[in-house]
């Protein structure tokens, strides 16, 4: 059993479970091993358009958080292998600032993602992910969820290709974020084919996808990102597939497990 997507106290819009809790609840669940991706600090030059601008961690805690982290992965090195990473946002146009971040720390992680929570509209930045309000501003913006599903997967594309350094994280977060809302906004009938695309991108750059159970514990959204179909496509590819639970809390771990497909994720 392998999670290789969880947050801590450390991300300012999770809880406060300590990494303890976390550790310990994982050891009952069975897990083998597991990583501590905590939001990377967002670019400073990069406004969060989030109303509490708390999508990232704080650059001050950041030599904290690898120091407590290095701490546990020896203590608990008998029961379970814990891997130190980051989900680090790829946010087109801020590539250099990333790099420079990723120069900085990269050297001490184990296992980290790369994600795309934002994308640039005509009027101004977005999370897509944040609430349904703000998915709309996004899509209005942009001309309609058509248009938004372009921007996503071809901001995913860019993710894929871009240089980011030799600490560039391996693995492809959430690949089907975009359809978090889904049940409110009816995705475009073509939507696979740009995940495709999205596929054909990550397998040409050797890198791994997230398989992120956290999508079917959202109301509108109840499938895992990506879905069975898009997975067993990457698998068929030879794209590796790491079950990633996302969790914001200790008690969602393993969350969404029931529903992907065991088969094809790695151990
Ligand atoms: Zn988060
Ligand atoms: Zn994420």
Redesign the pocket.
């Known amino acids: 059993m392998r999670d290789g997507?969880i947050h801590t106290p450390y991300c300012p819009h999770g809880t406060l479970d300590s990494f303890r809790l976390y550790i310990e609840k994982a050891i009952d669940l069975g897990y083998k091993t597991m990583t501590f991706t905590e939001?990377a600090p967002l670019p400073e030059s990069f406004t969060d358009p989030v109303p509490l601008k708390d999508s990232g961690m704080n650059m001050a805690d950041v030599e904290r958080y690898i120091s407590e982290l290095k701490k546990l992965q020896e203590e608990y090195q008998k029961n379970l292998e814990l891997l130190i990473g980051f989900?680090v946002?790829y946010i087109a146009g801020y590539e250099k600032e990333t790099e420079r971040f990723l120069n900085e720390f990269g050297p001490q992680l184990d296992d980290s993602?790369l994600?795309v929570?934002f994308i640039e509209g005509n009027q101004q930045w977005y999370c897509i992910?944040f609430s349904p309000d703000m998915y709309e501003a996004a899509l209005n913006d942009l001309g309609g969820n058509d248009a938004l599903y372009r921007a996503y997967f071809k901001a995913l594309r860019k993710s894929i290709k871009a240089d980011l350094g030799p600490y560039k994280p391996r693995r492809i977060?959430?690949m089907t974020?975009v359809k978090k809302f889904q049940d409110l906004f009816a995705p475009p009938e073509d939507w696979e084919e740009y995940a495709f695309e999205v596929l054909e991108s990550i397998k040409d750059s050797n890198l791994q996808l997230d398989y992120?159970g956290?999508g079917t514990q959202k109301p509108h959204c109840k499938e895992t990102y990506p879905p069975s179909n898009i997975a067993e496509q990457a698998s068929a590819m030879g794209i590796p597939l790491i079950y990633g639970s996302?969790a914001h809390k200790s008690t969602g771990l393993k969350q969404g497990f029931d529903k992907i497909n065991t088969r094809i994720v790695m151990p």
Do not use: F
Request: aromatic share 0%.
């Open positions: 997507h939001h989900e946002d993602i994600s929570h992910d977060g959430h974020l992120n956290a996302d």
